[in-house]
């Protein structure tokens, strides 16, 4: 297979044959597929295999690959520049749309992936609160930045050791980490250490170890303790943003974050991430304040343009209820069909139009301490006999499943029919 042979020399050049980790099969065995094209549900790899794809590049694509409208754009875009370095009208397009229809945000500065708008969100915050400490949750990835490389998820996930090597304790000491669902611990740490805490970050949907999805009561009780000891409050929203409805994890909670980070749908599947906020946050930013920060291709065209296109597309037509409806279909019945020949019972835990397939439990997970023994190698079965099917899930059993509008019924049942054949070969 081509893959194969891709992926041998791959390795020769680039660490672990692959440019992101879990891109890797490190989480299921095996080698990675190489994949030559995709377009709406579909990905084709370079053997002329297809796909049906619920991993979707990990979350940008709403409407799935390439959709025509955004396509256009994009064509319409290389046509007429592909960086300035310099001011121009569709980064102003794409602010001004934002901040006209998400409350909370009053300013917002555009850089080139999640990674960097958090760790630039938490420049903001300490010079915002002159404190130096940062709490996160346990499981929670916020990107790939020192400070939060502990006890995160996403590539990290399922490892005995959370942490990577390469960073000193100097660059954590002043991380604090709290598991998931716990209000006595936090009180306790808030009580405790709350004056000297900048910010407190966590993803309103924990999406990067499973998904697990918190108690409103959790969150608002983070919410209240922050403003009690003038601490920020920072949403992640890379994944959840613009898709958990069009305002986020944010908008549904009715919880109104300091400062929120964005990335994924913002760029329309082109590298674009974002951190906003209120203005007296964001105009401590450079040249207006003295956190700085820069970049050479942020608010490139090309992604100013596509996330433009993307966003419009959603708050003009509200997908969110259609896709969801799609990802309870998919998931309830694709579950049954697998518990048919399964010697456990799986369960989908469902989010929107986010997926996470699992052993069932007695109760929600809510908490990475919850998620079942041998998860990961239970997975890792259901993914090869469902890939080799040609359905593609995202190669970790604690990555999330992603759905797009692309995703009609009769893919879906295409879907549920190869899973049936898979299931037979199991
Ligand atoms: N925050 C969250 C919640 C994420 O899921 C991710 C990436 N999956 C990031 C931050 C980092 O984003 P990026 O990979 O674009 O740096």
């Known amino acids: 297979m081509k893959s194969d042979e891709l992926f041998e020399r791959a390795k020769l050049v680039s660490p672990g044959g692959v440019h992101s980790p879990v891109r890797s099969f490190a989480s299921v065995g095996g080698n990675p597929v190489f994949f030559k094209s995709a377009m709406g549900a579909h990905l084709t790899d370079v053997d002329g295999k297809e796909y049906i794809d619920y991993c979707q590049s990990f979350g940008p694509l709403l409407f799935g690959h390439r959709h025509p409208e955004i396509a256009e754009v994009v064509r319409e875009t290389i046509e007429t520049a592909w960086s300035f370095g310099a001011c121009e009208p569709y980064s102003l397009a794409l602010a001004e749309f934002i901040v006209s229809k998400i409350p909370f945000i009053e300013k917002i500065r555009f850089v080139n992936s999640g990674t960097e708008a958090v760790m630039s969100a938490l420049r903001v915050a300490r010079a915002a609160t002159g404190r130096s400490k940062i709490l996160k949750f346990d499981g929670c990835y916020h990107g790939h930045l020192d400070a939060l490389l502990v006890k995160a998820g996403s590539g990290l996930a399922g490892l005995s050791s959370s942490d990577s090597a390469g960073i000193g304790e100097e660059l954590i000491q002043n991380t604090l980490v709290l598991p998931l669902d716990d209000d006595e611990s936090l009180i306790q740490l808030f009580e405790r250490e709350g004056k000297n805490i900048s910010v407190v970050a966590i993803e309103p949907l924990p999406a990067n170890y499973g998904l697990l999805p918190q108690r409103i009561e959790f969150l608002k009780n983070i919410a209240t303790l922050a403003k009690k000891y003038g601490t920020l409050l920072l949403f992640d929203e890379v994944i959840s943003g613009f898709r958990m409805g069009f305002q986020g994890m944010a908008g549904l909670l009715g919880i109104e974050p300091d400062i929120v980070c964005y990335g994924k749908i913002i760029g329309g599947g082109f590298p674009v991430g974002a951190y906003a906020g209120k203005a007296i946050f964001m105009d401590l930013v450079a040249p207006q304040g003295k956190v700085y920060q820069a970049g050479t291709l942020s608010a ?79 997975f890792a079965k259901l993914f090869h006999a469902l890939l080799k099917e040609g359905i593609y899930l995202a190669p970790s059993g604690y990555e999330v499943g992603f759905l797009s509008t692309a995703h009609t019924k009769e893919i879906l049942s295409e879907t549920l029919d190869k899973t049936r054949t898979a299931m037979k070969k199991l």
């Not at 997908?319 to 020949?341: C, D, G, H, Q, R």
């Not at 929107?352 to 919850?370: A, C, D, M, P, Y």
């Open 300 to 378: 490139n065209p090309l992604g100013m343009r596509a996330g433009l296109a993307t966003l419009s597309k959603a708050w003009k037509e509200d997908p969110y209820p259609l896709i969801a409806e799609s990802t309870k279909f998919l998931t309830s019945n694709l579950t049954s069909i697998i518990n048919e020949k399964s010697d456990f019972e799986w369960e989908s835990v469902n989010e929107g139009s986010l997926f996470w397939l699992k052993q069932k439990t007695n109760e929600q997970i809510r908490k990475v301490s919850s998620i079942p023994k041998g998860h990961k190698e239970n």
